[in-house]
């Protein structure tokens, strides 16, 4: 690629910013242009349901890199703006604030947004999503217990990634929290039976009301101390009525995808991209969470929401736009902490018909192997770091154990990973 062509990328987060950042590291000399929607540098989203609405991380904390670096490497960064309108002819984004932008390469790193439920009160003062730093602020101020302050009544709807972590954050300040989720098990669409059923022990232990496989039917609000009526109960199917007076709907995300549609790019729960992460323009990439890509791992194209993953396909981006194009095959990787525990995942384990232990749960050290058809397809592991290490090597390498070796006693990934392939 000649060095004088122009990369613009729309999306400022994670994806966004290594994507320019990548490029630079890899040579690229062109201009770089960085479009953000929200007026902050670019920042990390996975401290907002934890430290940072704990109230133990600062704003500057949150930063992927300061305002320097992006100066220093010659990356136009425009904060505050929105991109309106591709055209794909003349090679144009067109910006909320009337101005243009041309490329001659596009990243769309235009992420996603909070899933809204259709209900009943969703207007009432203190009921909340926790997308961007914004939200993270409004709640941080909330959750904050001055001395002598009464705990809240918090009820989280959806018992996800950032239901559990803010559920584990609020429980940490003192507050009553109530999680009702519509499904039969926390983190149902992320990990296996036997790690659900282990965080639902763990944060019932902590003092988290679990409401599993009931459904909201509606807020009900009244007379609160912020302008309008405040939330004061959570409706549920059935009748029943939980006090709140603080409501965090968590719900699952969708794909930013309007620009992609405006452009007539292919869409289809999420912006559809190849192999290499190139849509249906070959001029235009789209990686991060709103990208729906062919997987290795699990056969078919699917969305992967993760930092990791956001982080791995700008990489990949950057290679193919400096001339190195590559099929993107990279582990899946997935990590939350909740309370002291540290969940890391490697692969895809929601497909998993058997569930190997390593470890003693007991103890919150453990590993689960996870295997569909006798072929390991993921690990789950609580504060064992070094398992999910090397169960990113072996899914990478194809190197891995079979249900019986993992099941001799003494058996260990590390021991295993160093065994020929």
Request: charged content about 20%; overall charge neutral; hydrophobic content about 40%.
């Amino acid at each position: 690629m000649a060095a004088a062509e122009a990369v613009v990328i729309v999306g400022a987060g994670q994806a966004g910013s290594d994507t320019a950042a990548a490029l630079r590291s890899r040579g690229f000399t062109g201009p770089i242009t960085l479009i953000g929607e929200e007026p902050h540098l670019p920042y990390q989203r996975p401290p907002l349901s934890k430290g940072y609405a704990a109230g133990t991380a600062d704003r500057s904390d949150l930063e992927l890199r300061p305002a320097a670096f992006y100066a220093d490497q010659g990356i136009e960064l425009r904060c505050g703006v929105r991109a309106v309108e591709l055209d794909r002819t003349t090679r144009t984004v067109v910006l909320g604030d009337g101005g243009t932008v041309r490329y001659d390469r596009l990243v769309l790193a235009t992420g996603s947004r909070p899933r809204v439920l259709p209900l009943p009160g969703l207007d009432h003062a203190g009921v909340h999503t926790l997308r961007g730093v914004d939200d993270a602020d409004a709640l941080r101020r909330l959750l904050a217990r001055p001395d002598g302050a009464r705990p809240k009544r918090l009820v989280i709807v959806g018992a996800g990634m950032i239901g559990l972590e803010l559920a584990a954050t609020a429980r940490g300040l003192g507050h009553h929290v109530t999680v009702v989720e519509a499904l039969r098990r926390v983190l149902a669409r992320a990990v296996t039976a036997r790690m659900s059923a282990w965080l639902a022990e763990e944060h019932t232990r902590r003092g988290v009301r679990l409401l599993l496989g009931h459904e909201v039917e509606g807020l009900l609000g009244g007379t609160g101390p912020n302008p309008g009526p405040g939330v004061q109960a959570v409706r549920l199917h059935g009748g029943e009525q939980i006090p709140a007076e603080l409501v965090v709907i968590g719900v699952g995300v969708l794909p930013n995808v309007e620009l992609a549609v405006q452009a007539g790019l292919a869409v289809g729960d999420g912006v559809l991209v190849d192999a290499k992460l190139r849509t249906s323009d070959p001029a235009i990439h789209a990686i991060g969470d709103c990208a729906r890509f062919p997987s290795p791992y699990e056969g078919r194209p699917i969305r992967l929401e993760s930092v990791q993953n956001a982080s791995d396909q700008a990489r990949c981006v950057a290679a193919a736009i400096t001339g190195e194009p590559v099929a993107y095959r990279a582990v899946p990787r997935f990590w939350s902490g909740q309370y002291d525990v540290n969940l890391q995942i490697a692969g895809l384990t929601g497909g998993a018909d058997e569930v190997v232990l390593i470890g003693d749960p007991a103890r919150s050290r453990f590993s689960l192997c996870c295997f569909r058809q006798g072929r390991l397809i993921g690990v789950e592991s609580v504060n064992r770091p070094a398992d999910h290490g090397i169960a990113g090597r072996l899914l990478a390498e194809g190197n891995t154990p079979t249900p019986e070796q993992v099941r001799r006693p003494g058996f260990d990934l590390k021991a295993h990973a160093v065994q020929p392939v």
